[in-house]
């Protein structure tokens, strides 16, 4: 059955990366090119005006990399593969869920157990941080209501670049279409991750309201990362042999 669905997972990714690569639609190379200056910041105030949705979507897409490394560390590592999270996790500051996928395949639980001290150095502590959390769910409240006021006029505009563009970037080929499946596909891997990272937690039983809220994109995973327990109060968080001598 193990095989059966790694089989099943693999595949999926496999059809997805053909999709991205091959079927997706690239009709305004030009014009895509100069949006991404204009994003970067690389070209100066021309009088031209971005689509208010496309520039939601540009910084959002800069949040997600934070959000899941804050579930998947350290509740999401795998004891099992050995393999490490984090080169993923910084890779996905490029490629988005695509780049995060391979990992999602391949991870077997649990978490392997976390020193105190660990909890105390960085990445944990900035990652932990209920700061770090609390920005994080602003600054997506901020760009989610950016986007969600912007005018009918930009919203069918967007859609227009769905169909049509594609931006070229020198780290990864980032398409208007490609970045929005990018998005749905974050927001669908969130609340299982959201789950893993409540249960590691010890913290099911009275954070399970949180599951279905989970499901709401970005706003829900990012509410969860300010309201879930420090690790500094679970037993995930407590070295075995500390807790033995004690």
Known sequence: MELVNLNFALGFVGALMYYVFNLTPNQTPSRDMYFLQKLLNLKGDDGFRMN??????????????????????????????????????????????YALLPYFVLWKPPPPPVEETEIRRWPLNFLESKLTAGISLAAGLGIIVYAGLANWDDWKEFAQYFRESKFQHWTFMLQIHVTSLDFTLLSAFAPFWVYNDMTARKWFDKGSWLLPLSAVPFLGPALYLVLRPSLTTMPISLNPTTSKSE
Not at 62 to 80: A, D, E, I, N, Q
């Open 52 to 97: 208010e949705v496309l520039v939601s979507l540009w910084y959002i897409m800069g949040l997600w990399p934070l959000v899941y490394s804050m579930l998947l560390l350290p509740t999401g590592r795998s004891s099992k593969s050995k393999i490490p999270v984090w080169p993923f996790l910084i890779l996905s500051c490029f490629g988005g869920a």
